[in-house]
C-alpha cells in the first residue's frame, strides 16, 4: 500500500504548507540532502581532474549518478549528460545542431518558454519554424504534426505532458510518424519524469530533455539530457573537461557525454539528483503516477462542481489542475490561498504566453500534485476556493 503519510516525514517543510506548486519545483527528500551535505563533510573534490583520493571518490560518486538516471530512463549512460534544468538541455540541441538556412523546425503551442523559444530565435539563422495548436483540452494531434512537415523539416520538439493543461501528449506516436518522415524528435519531459514511467528505449525519440528538481526530487540546478546519437552534434560549450587533445590550432574532444559538460559541473547537485532518482525508484514510479493521478483528478472535478469556478484540461488530466475564478485574477487568488491557509499554489501564465492567450485568459492557478501530497490537502484546497465566493462581486 502506497504509505503518502509515512513519504511525508522525509519532507519537513510539509508541515508547515499545503504545498501545490510541485510543477515549479519538488521538495527535495531527506536522504537526497543528506547525500549533498555528505559529499561536502567527508571528500569534496572536483570532479576527473586529479588523482587524488577526493577526486577518486567525487568522480566516483557523480559517475554512479549518472548510472543510476540513465538505469531509471532507460539508456546508455555514455549518452546520458547533466546539465543545470531543462532549459539548458534544450538550448544545447538548439546551438549545437547543424542547421542550414531553409530547414524546418516543428513545435506546438503548448510549449514552455523553454522549447519554443530556442527554435524562434534560430530563425535568425533562417531555419523555419512552424507552430501548432493543441485542442480546447490542451491535446495535440498527432495528424496535426504530420501535417506541419515539409521535405526540409528536420525536428519536431514536443512536450510530454503540459505545464498548463497537465494534458499528456501521444509522443511515442508522434516519434514514430517523425522517424518514418525522416525528422529527429525532442520531447521536453519537465513534466513527466518522475511523474511517469519513461522508457526512453521504447519512446526512440532521439532527444529527451528534463529538469533534476521537478518530478526527480533532486535539487535545483540540475537536469538531464539524453541524446541518442551524440555523433550528430558538436556542443556550443567547449572547455575544461571537454576535450583529450589540444593543440595551438585545433582540439580533439572527448566523446559523450563528457564533450557537452564543460567545466566544473554542480557536483554535489549531482550526487543529491541521484539519491533522490534512488528514493523515486524505491517507492515505485507506478504507484507515484497512479497517486497523482487521482489526487489532480479528484481535484479537478471537485473545483469543476463550483459555478464561479472554470477548471482547464483534459479529464484523464496528470497532476495538474489550472482554474480560475470567476471575477478574481490569478494571482490574487493564489496570495489569498497562502496567507488565509498556507496552501502553495502558482498563478500566471507559467512561463507559457502564447497557450495562456490561446485560452483568452490572463493566466491561471496551478495546482500541481506530487508523491506526498493528501486527500486531505484536496479537501483543503477545494474549501479555500469555496470560501472565495463571498469576494466575487
Known amino acids: ?47 576527473g581532474r586529479g588523482a587524488h583520493r577526493l577526486a577518486r571518490e567525487t568522480t566516483n560518486r557523480y559517475e554512479d549518478a549518472r548510472e543510476t538516471v540513465a538505469r531509471f530512463l532507460n539508456v546508455e549512460s555514455s549518452k546520458t549528460v547533466f546539465t543545470k534544468n531543462t532549459t ?12 542550414e538556412v531553409e530547414d524546418h523546425i516543428v513545435t506546438t503551442l503548448l510549449e514552455h518558454h523553454s522549447n519554443l ?10 531555419v523555419d519554424v512552424t507552430v501548432v495548436n493543441p485542442d480546447s483540452k490542451g491535446i495535440i494531434d498527432t495528424s496535426s504534426i504530420e501535417n506541419a512537415f515539409t521535405e526540409k523539416t528536420k525536428l519536431v520538439a514536443i512536450t510530454q505532458v503540459s505545464n498548463v493543461f497537465g494534458s499528456v501528449q501521444d509522443v511515442k506516436s508522434i516519434t514514430k510518424v517523425a522517424h ?35 518530478g526527480l526530487l533532486g535539487p535545483q540546478g540540475t537536469g538531464v539530457l539524453y541524446v541518442k546519437e551524440p555523433d550528430v552534434l558538436e556542443s556550443a560549450s567547449v572547455g575544461g573537461g571537454t576535450v ?60 469543476s462542481e463550483l459555478e464561479y469556478v472554470e477548471v482547464y484540461g483534459p479529464e484523464d488530466r496528470t497532476g495538474i489542475v489550472p482554474f480560475n475564478v ?27 504566453i502564447p497557450i495562456t492567450r490561446f485560452l483568452k485568459v ?22 479555500a476556493v469555496s470560501g472565495l465566493k463571498a469576494l466575487i462581486s
Open 1 to 47: 500500500m502506497y504509505d503518502v503519510y509515512g513519504v511525508r516525514e522525509d519532507f519537513p517543510v510539509l508541515k508547515d504548507v499545503v504545498y501545490l506548486d510541485n510543477s515549479a519545483t519538488t521538495q527535495t527528500p531527506i536522504p537526497a540532502v543528506e547525500a549533498m551535505i555528505d559529499y561536502f563533510y567527508r571528500y569534496a573534490g572536483n570532479y
Open 117 to 126: 523559444l530556442p527554435w524562434l530565435r534560430l530563425q535568425k539563422m533562417g
Open 244 to 303: 583529450s587533445d589540444v593543440s595551438g590550432s585545433n582540439y580533439v574532444l572527448e566523446p559523450s557525454p563528457a564533450c557537452f559538460e564543460a567545466g566544473t559541473p554542480n557536483i554535489p547537485g549531482v550526487i543529491g539528483l541521484g539519491r533522490a532518482v534512488e528514493y523515486v525508484e524505491n517507492i515505485g514510479i507506478s504507484e507515484i503516477e497512479a497517486h497523482d493521478v487521482k489526487l489532480s483528478r479528484e481535484a479537478a472535478k471537485r473545483l
Open 326 to 352: 470567476k471575477g478574481l485574477h490569478p494571482h490574487d487568488v493564489a496570495l489569498i490561498l497562502d496567507q488565509t491557509r498556507r496552501i502553495c499554489v502558482r498563478s500566471g501564465h507559467h512561463c507559457a
Open 88 to 99: 539548458e538541455g534544450i538550448n544545447l540541441i538548439a546551438n549545437s545542431y547543424p542547421w
Open 180 to 214: 518514418r518522415n525522416g525528422i529527429k524528435a525532442l520531447v521536453d519531459g519537465a513534466q513527466s519524469a518522475g511523474h511517469m514511467p519513461i522508457n526512453l528505449k521504447d519512446l526512440d525519440c532521439d532527444f529527451f530533455a528534463t529538469a533534476g528538481h521537478k
Open 362 to 383: 490572463n493566466g491561471t492557478v496551478r495546482a500541481s500534485f506530487a508523491l506526498y501530497n493528501t486527500r486531505e490537502e484536496v479537501d483543503i484546497l477545494v474549501n
